[in-house]
């Protein structure tokens, strides 16, 4: 494992409106130097990968359990592919035999001449074939031109051979909209029926503010074919005061039942439900999961029923719209991580609890990257939950605690009397 430095740490972390001085915490918080982030002594974990050149990023982390048990972490090094038509990234990959306590790497998992977005991991059940869905920019097929530089095909590739060599890549063309482009990084899902449901979004940002729609891809044959839902480009779901709703994750609940938990910049997390194997949908509402202009980050607990959504618990600017990194206060609010537990179908949500905060110091080029601690991937293992962070877009953390201790982080309240004392 290979010695990396610490990063220079800020003096004070605010954690639900509560300042914290880093020399003088108080009993219950501990900072992990190491890591760079403040939290409780019931989350460890380690780096995976940092990048030494500043200027050079990490983006989203993926990780799954391959069929022969291994940890598989893909995540793009580079720039984001929506900032040139030139190749910018390099999809990387990191892996693991022993439950995430020692990881080789890097090599690259799929050596092609364009750029990525993210790996969306996805085992169907009763195989041992992996899937790489994500955003295909592949040259040709994607512009930057007339503010559409995020939209490009949808596809994936497969692995039979554990996620060691993949397959070549094959687009997603709808029936209802053949020449479909969009974004997609959120995880998919599978129903029980075999249905396949992968959220996609459109943006267009010559719309002043930005202009998104939400869309689900959906398969009744393994791939072969799709449909785009709720209905053909335009028409996909929206939050109508802000023009916009993005970055949908679509998750089986079981008995034909689905959520799509999706990001909006109205100040929550929203959602949608199907009871009829995602072929139609509820209208858009707001969860109570207070979150800022972020995805959304919400997996499987226990069962299919019972839920886990991480989220920022912070919200800063209600006149928001647009998608500006360079806005410090939206941006400042994804640098604490929260968790809420649903046992009732994503409907109701359990009294948030402290996971982490960023603890560095501000010295990145932007307020994108100095806060960053979004995009989380997670998945249970023997009662262990492993959670995977692009933290500042600068390194790659494996953290995990056991399930047996979610009710060992602290809610606000219980912060609030830890620093009072």
């Known amino acids: 494992m290979k010695y990396y430095e610490e990063l220079p740490l800020a003096k004070v972390v605010e954690i639900g409106g509560m300042h914290i001085l880093l020399d003088s915490l108080p009993s219950g918080l501990i900072l992990r130097n190491d890591l760079g982030i403040l939290t409780t002594d019931t989350l460890d974990g380690k780096i995976v990968n940092r990048v030494e050149n500043p200027s050079v990023k990490v983006l989203e982390t993926r990780a799954t359990v391959t069929p022969n048990g291994d940890y598989l972490l893909i995540f793009p090094e580079g720039e984001h592919y929506g900032s040139s038509e030139k190749k910018v990234n390099t999809m990387l990959a990191y892996r693991s035999k022993d439950k995430g306590k020692t990881w080789v790497g890097p090599t690259i998992a799929f050596n092609i001449d364009y750029n990525q977005h993210g790996f969306i991991p996805f085992i169907p059940r009763g195989t041992k074939k992996i899937y790489a869905f994500g955003t295909q920019p592949i040259q040709g097929k994607y512009t930057r031109d007339n503010g559409l530089h995020e939209n490009a095909p949808i596809g994936y590739r497969y692995s039979d051979d554990d996620g060691h060599t993949w397959s070549e890549v ?112 509820t209208d858009p509402k707001p969860t109570q999961l207070i979150h800022p202009d972020a995805p959304p980050m919400v997996f499987h607990l226990y069962n299919e029923e019972v839920l886990i959504a991480f989220h920022h618990n912070r919200f800063s600017d209600s006149h928001y719209s647009g998608l500006s990194g360079g806005k410090e206060e939206i941006m400042r609010d994804r640098s604490e991580v929260w968790f809420s537990i649903s046992t009732d179908l994503g409907e109701t949500w359990s009294e948030p609890r402290f996971l982490f905060a960023n603890a560095l110091y501000p010295n990145l080029d932007n307020p994108w990257r100095n806060y960053q601690c979004s995009y989380i991937d997670m998945f249970v293992d023997e009662e262990v939950i492993n959670l995977f962070v692009p933290h500042r877009w600068q390194q790659v953390l494996h953290l995990n605690f056991k399930v047996s201790e979610l009710l060992n982080f602290p809610t606000k309240n219980k912060l609030r009397r830890i620093l009072e004392l």
């Open 170 to 281: 094959k687009l997603i063309e709808p029936f209802n909209d053949p020449s479909f482009t969009g974004m997609s990084v959120m995880r998919m899902c599978e129903t029980e029926n075999g249905t396949w449901l992968i959220g996609a979004h459109e943006s267009d940002f010559s719309y002043r503010p930005l202009m998104t729609r939400q869309y689900l891809l959906r398969s009744v044959d393994k791939g072969e074919t799709w449909e785009v839902l709720p209905a053909k480009r335009h028409g996909g779901w929206y939050v109508p005061v802000y023009n916009r709703m993005d970055e949908g994750r679509p998750i089986n609940l079981g008995k034909g039942r689905v959520l799509l938990m999706v990001r909006t910049p109205e100040g929550h997390l929203w959602s949608l439900w199907s009871y009829d194997d995602g072929k139609t949908w």
